[in-house]
Antibody
Framework: VQLLESGGGLVQPGGSLRLSCAAS????????MSWVRQAPGKGLEWVSG????????YYAGSVKGRFTISRDNSKNTLSLEMNRLRVEDTAIYYC??????????????WGQGTLVTVSS | EIVLTQSPATLSLSPGERATLSCRAS??????LAWYQQKPGQAPRLLIY???NRAAGIPARFSGSGSGTDFTLTISSLEPEDFAAYYC?????????FGQGTRLEIK
């Protein structure tokens, strides 16, 4: 069971970046997924989530209108398109799997994270 | 947005002692609360889901309690590997927020 993020890097303010998360070892299409970020030396911040089918998406207020979450269940891949990036978006971005379907709270599988740095 | 407030910010204890970490929500989250442990340079690890259920492979010394707005994570007897940061997380209408964290350090 594994999640592997990629796509991080250095980008200028106002720029764009696309993160990917490759899933393996579980039924990806049945699993709600999220992106969670952590600024250097700071706590965790939930960024965005998506249902198993991809039909429902959710965003934190800090990224709504700038970030777009999506998934390709045929490729077991989760994505996060980030536009109009700001310095304060600098963080390690983790993808995470909701532990089960239905009414529950907890992300049981996490990737190792990918670092996004927004700087001129 | 539901705000989670964790206390204390830092907790200094010795191995073998009991640790009690608190998480308070700005409004009721029923039992939709999780606890995570994070060590430097690592991803978070799920400890407790739905307020009081231990995740797979989590030792019995970790326990969670509470409902509504007040929650507690208890570590009954600290092991050296337990010194880390701990975060609570709530879920409401498929949206999530995290507390600011408690750092558990060796006294």
């Amino acid at each position: 069971v594994q999640l592997l993020e990629s796509g991080g890097g250095l980008v200028q303010p106002g720029g764009s970046l696309r993160l990917s998360c490759a899933a393996s070892g579980f039924t990806f299409s049945s699993s709600a997924m999220s992106w969670v970020r952590q600024a250097p030396g700071k706590g965790l911040e939930w960024v965005s989530g998506i249902g198993g089918s991809g039909g429902s998406t959710y965003y934190a207020g800090s990224v709504k209108g700038r970030f777009t979450i999506s998934r390709d269940n045929s490729k077991n891949t989760l994505s996060l398109e980030m536009n109009r990036l700001r310095v304060e978006d600098t963080a390690i971005y983790y993808c995470a799997k909701k532990r089960s379907t239905g009414d529950t709270c907890g992300f049981d599988i996490w990737g190792q994270g990918t670092l996004v740095t927004v700087s001129s | 947005e539901i705000v989670l407030t964790q206390s204390p910010a830092t907790l200094s204890l010795s191995p073998g002692e009991r640790a009690t970490l608190s998480c308070r929500a700005s409004q009721s989250v029923d039992n939709y609360l999780a606890w995570y442990q994070q060590k430097p340079g690592q991803a978070p690890r799920l400890l407790i889901y739905d307020a009081s259920n231990r995740a797979a492979g989590i030792p019995a010394r970790f326990s969670g309690s509470g409902s509504g707005t007040d929650f507690t994570l208890t570590i009954s007897s600290l092991e050296p590997e337990d010194f880390a940061a701990y975060y609570c997380q709530q879920r409401t209408n498929s949206m999530y927020t995290f507390g600011q964290g408690t750092r558990l350090e060796i006294k």
